[in-house]
């Protein structure tokens, strides 16, 4: 066989198992020819779905806030204090208190006071005998436990034209909680200071006192009950200055302070029309005052009767006035809300408006959060009720009305509040028949009721007159009264946790 013969047969034989081994590897032709091709891998099976987590467990329900269980009353002075000794409360966060009354001295009302440190209060001490009245004393505390009180006073010290001055002493606490009173000193002022006044103290110290003056008629300028204020630590104080300088006799001030140092001053003043209205101001830090702004609302009408402003304010400046309207016989209560460092919301009721009704001394207090609680004594029936509200400061609105007192036969008045940080309102009143005792009852933070109101007043002496409640950042309730044994007039006190 020649060599091409034999490359053509090569070639041929190369292409035949060529053909061949393409058939075997692709599976062969339509007759199954040749060897078959593996199988493919099958795909890999899902992974499983991982289990769903499981659900939370849902939060606890908070701890049902317990009742506050007080203290058997016990006595703090033993007089003797006048029927309207009034004694006066400031309790601080961490749990220092004073206490500031009248007490009789030689025929006088002189001032008294007793502080309260880690679990004692002290003996009362004589703060002002005065060589003529020292009347009705307030009192504020600081953040460390030092005092400012302050009182009418008719020694005038030599001042021409001066009957009644403003007074004021200071207490400062020692580092054993004890409290050292200084004399009292008069304010600069030398113009007639009426009743009618009102005090605050800030966490730092500031204090600020309010009260109406005495301008006599000059030439063709008729005289005028102006509302002037003073800053100062009780000792000394800054010159006193007008916060308005308008035509309408001034009467009823109020003042609170936050924790941040935000003031507010309500009061009402004789409008154009002779009505009173409520105005306030407000003071951020150590700001100026700012221009009074008119609260209530009278529709244009000269025989709405605005009068009895109570204020409030929370750690962050946020603000709350509460004032009383009548027309005629139809009487409300109202409210309008400060923004921190802000404008007030215009007035709204917070009563049923169009009602025929009598209310008295409304009481407000506001704990640092902004959330609020209004008391009143509310004479519906032939004997007044207290009533209260709480305030929301999430949503700027007020609850429903709650009765807290519950004896329909007693006269129950001289309301008092208080509201700790976590929403635990205490109401104190008088509940008066032929001879009334002091009573309390508690809120908790959902507006519920937490036992019935409970006798907090000793129950083997006598009448009881003005009862004060204030409680401090751990919830500490705080109370003090008058109450009589026989004719003797004394100060009390109890204490809840």
């Given at each position: ?381 032939s004997f007044s009720q207290v009533f209260v509200r709480r305030y929301d400061a999430a949503t700027g609105s007020w609850g429903s009305e709650l009765q807290a007192s519950t004896d329909g036969l007693l006269q129950h008045t001289e309301q008092r509040v208080a509201i700790d940080g976590q929403g635990r309102t205490t109401v104190v009143w008088r509940g008066s028949s032929a001879n009334p005792h002091a009573f309390a009852r508690s809120l908790d933070s959902t507006a519920n009721w937490l036992a019935g109101p409970v006798r907090i007043d000793s129950p083997v002496d006598d009448a009881s007159f003005d009862p004060q409640v204030a409680v401090d950042g751990a919830g500490t309730l705080f109370t003090v009264w008058t109450q009589f044994r026989g004719s003797v007039g004394q100060v009390w006190k109890a204490t809840a946790p």
């Open positions: 066989m020649d060599t091409t013969r034999l490359q053509q047969l090569r070639r041929a034989w190369l292409a035949a198992g060529c053909g061949a081994m393409l058939l075997g590897a692709c599976g062969g032709g339509s007759d199954g020819g040749g060897t078959p091709a593996p199988a493919p891998a099958p795909a890999p099976a899902p992974a499983p779905a991982p289990a769903p987590a499981p659900a939370p467990a849902p939060a606890p329900a908070p701890a049902p806030m317990p009742a506050p269980t007080w203290s058997a009353a016990s006595l703090l002075g033993a007089g003797p204090v006048p029927i309207d000794a009034r004694p006066q409360l400031a309790v601080n966060a961490a749990g220092d208190a004073v206490v500031v009354w009248s007490q009789w001295v030689q025929g006088r009302y002189a001032v008294f006071g007793s502080s309260f440190h880690a679990g004692g209060w002290s003996l009362p001490q004589q703060i002002r005998a005065s060589i003529g009245d020292a009347v009705v004393p307030l009192v504020g505390i600081d953040a460390a436990g030092n005092a400012v009180v302050a009182w009418r006073d008719s020694d005038s010290d030599g001042t021409p034209g001066q009957t009644h001055a403003m007074w004021s002493a200071r207490g400062t606490r020692g580092g054993d909680g004890s409290v050292t009173w200084t004399a009292g000193f008069k304010l600069p002022a030398n113009r007639e200071a009426l009743d009618g006044y009102a005090l605050a103290v800030s966490p730092d110290g500031l204090a600020t006192l309010a009260w109406r003056e005495f301008r006599p008629a000059v030439g063709d300028l008729s005289a005028q009950r102006n509302l002037v204020v003073a800053e100062g630590d009780g000792t000394t104080w800054s010159p006193v200055g007008l916060v308005e300088s308008a035509d309408g006799d001034v009467d009823h001030p109020a003042i609170a302070v936050g924790a941040g140092g935000d003031t507010v001053l309500a009061w009402e003043q004789a409008s154009d029309s002779g009505a009173p209205q409520v105005l306030a101001s407000r003071r951020l830090g150590a700001a100026t005052w700012s221009l009074p702004q008119v609260l209530s609302v009278d529709g244009g009408r000269s025989t709405v009767l605005a009068s009895l402003p109570r204020a409030a304010v929370a750690a962050d400046g946020r603000a709350l006035v509460v004032w009383q309207q009548n027309e005629g016989t139809l009487r409300s209560l109202w409210s309008s809300a400060g923004a921190a460092g802000g404008a007030w919301s215009a007035g709204v009721g917070i009563t049923e408006q169009g009602v025929a009704r009598q209310f008295n001394e409304p009481a407000l207090a506001m704990n640092p959060a902004g959330q609020a609680v209004l008391a009143w004594g509310d004479a519906r029936t």
